[in-house]
């Protein structure tokens, strides 16, 4: 069930640390372990230095041992949609393949679901360097 991948991004966007931008963003993957990692941005005095959510999940599933995701959500407030950077589109590719679904969410839910293909077309990832 995507409902347990909300549940991780919204928990993590909870524990943002965001006091620059006052703008806290959490997001989830689902490894192909089964088990879901999650993160939130962590911003820096030195302001380039700020980590995004999605890199910070993508870490915490690596570390755990896992290397293949399926189901991204990313969460964020206000009226647009967080989508994610393109550095993180970059970051989700590396360990998706193009159809990977990315949930887009508000704290209410799902509010759009794309694909990494649909965000990231014509990319280049680790099959360029075979
Ligand atoms: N942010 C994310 O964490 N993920 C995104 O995909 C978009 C932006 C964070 C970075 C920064 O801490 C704050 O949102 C404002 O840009």
């Known amino acids: 069930m995507t409902e347990d991948l909300i549940a991780a991004a919204r928990e993590a966007m909870g524990r943002a640390y965001a006091p ?7 997001a989830a993957v689902r490894a192909d372990n089964g088990r879901i990692y999650s993160g939130c941005n962590v911003e820096n005095a030195a302001y380039p230095e700020g980590l995004c959510a999605e890199a910070s999940a993508i870490a915490a599933m690596v ?16 009226d647009a949609l967080v989508t994610p950077c393109g550095g993180c589109r970059q970051k989700i ?3 998706a393949v ?10 209410d839910g799902i509010r759009m679901t794309t694909s990494l293909d649909e965000l990231l077309p014509h990319s280049f990832g680790p ?3 075979k």
């Open 98 to 107: 193009g159809s990977t679904a990315i949930h887009i969410c508000g704290p």
């Open 127 to 129: 099959e360029n360097l």
């Open 20 to 26: 620059y931008s006052g703008f806290s963003v959490g």
């Open 63 to 78: 570390n755990a041992g896992a290397q293949r995701l399926s189901e991204v959500c990313v969460m964020g407030k206000g």
């Open 93 to 95: 590719r590396e360990f």
